[in-house]
């Protein structure tokens, strides 16, 4: 089955707001071939450039979006100078809840942030300030480690880096620690000590309270630097980009090579590797499944040594590597432009690539503006199975996107605006909620749905345990009718005025999902 095309509107209001939400998929009648339903789009910002960089889910009602602002007005008045880090705590309707930024005078940027086991954050990312809620900088750009409550209250923020640009990109908690990676360009202060080259790959483990217990280094003498982290049985595995033929990589195919290091506990090499072609190819992302079966995300821009083919531009480039380092399956897509892959994320044993695109053509459905959101569904040998864009009439960027329950998943990013002479106007932050519906058949679940007359019964034979909550959207995603805490398990809606045409009946209890079409033929 191929062309489904789903458009669901939100209206504009002050500039703020995308006109159109787009989306477009292809899929072969299987485990993917699924209705997608579009449960919001919401825009958050100001005047100035507000973009998302993570979502963090809390619990089944709330997830904490973590974002960047330039903006001096609606909720982010209390900006202290450049770029402040915002934290919005979102219901599971994406209305906020609770917010905070912080920040100092220069550039403070999130990246990404972990849940601790005291019900604590720990957010991660790169600072230029040395005043505000950052009291040190030791040049250029600096990590930054903060410890968030869970008011959203910062409660202590703890800086490492040296005189020149240091960026941290993952972070991940082990038993009473915590792992973080990145890349140095500094060879003093926090990273003085075994220097590799031009720019190195760090990783640091802290203590839960942000100090550092020890620090190892990798790279050779070109530019190296940490994307990703994983851990499996006492390893650790870190996902990276390097140039360099020397030191820690023994090869390079031509310019930036994805590369993967693995590591003791202690943060000694066991072995690592490196994968790419004669041009740039950089990691963006890591998951071990288990010892034998490691997924790679890349953006890739080569067309020999281990790639096949390109597009153009930058395309998506997703393996998987056994053991022994070797690739084992790959996958490369995109169009004739820029197809940006962001990270790789699991949903039911199959794997799923968000990113962004600029193409539209090739591989890459038609796309509405400058760059839209695109998100790939691929099986667990790489087969692709679902293929779609999200986006209007701007530029629409997915930075993060991950699953929020068995049902549905949320990506987030920006979305700007562009002026008549092609140039970024504004951006806001861009959050989207999307379920993925099961359909059950009649003849299975012995559910009845019958319409006549305006009134619409449900009888649910399968007796859903408590009370649930009623949707009906119309066949292009658009809310008809909602209904929430109902108590019976037989439901009389009356007054229902429905054109001729195909709808989906959507019922949750309990963490249980129904999903269900009908039509109107009067």
Known sequence: MT??????????????????????LSCNLDLYCQDLITVFEKNYGGLGFDEAAYILPINSDSILLISVSNSKDSYFSGNKGDDDVILMLLNKSGNIIGFNQFGGSGLDCPIKAVKCKDETFLIIGYS?????????????????????????????????????????????????????????????????????????????????SGNTIWQKRYGGTESDNGRSLSYYKNKIYIGCSTASLNGDFKNNYGGLDAAIIITDLSGNIIKSKTFGGSKNDGLKSLIVKNDNKIYIGAGSESNDQDLFTNQGGQDYWVFTIDSSLNITERVEMGGSRQDILSQLKFYKDNV????????????????KGMYDGWIVFMDSSLKIKKNMVFGADFSDIINFGDFSSSSSFNFCGSTSLIDSLGHYDQSNIWYVKVDILNEIPDNKSGNIIQYENSRLI????????????????????????????????????QNLKLEKGAYIIDIVSNGTRISKKFIVTN
Do not use: H
Request: with cysteine; proline share 2%.
């Open 458 to 493: 449900i009888n649910l034979n399968n007796k859903l345990e408590g009370k649930f909550d009623l949707r009906i959207f119309n066949i292009n995603g658009k809310l008809i009718f909602s209904k929430l805490n109902l108590p019976s398990n037989v439901l009389i809606i």
């Open 128 to 208: 230029k300030s040395s005043d505000g809620d950052f009291k040190k900088n030791n040049g250029n750009m600096d990590i930054f480690i903060a410890k968030i409550n869970r008011k959203l209250k910062v409660q202590w923020i703890k800086v490492i880096g040296g005189s020149e640009a240091d960026y941290a990109y993952d972070i991940i908690e082990l038993d009473d620690y915590f792992l973080i990676t990145g890349y140095t360009n500094s060879t003093d202060y926090d990273f003085s000590t075994n220097v590799k080259g031009e720019s190195d790959i760090f990783l640091l483990k802290i203590d839960s």
């Open 3 to 24: 062309g489904i095309i789903i458009y669901a509107c939100f209206n504009f209001k002050k500039m703020k707001k995308i006109i159109v939400f787009f989306l477009i």
């Open 352 to 367: 799923i690539a968000f990113g962004t695109t600029s193409s539209g053509n090739g591989d890459v459905p038609p796309i």
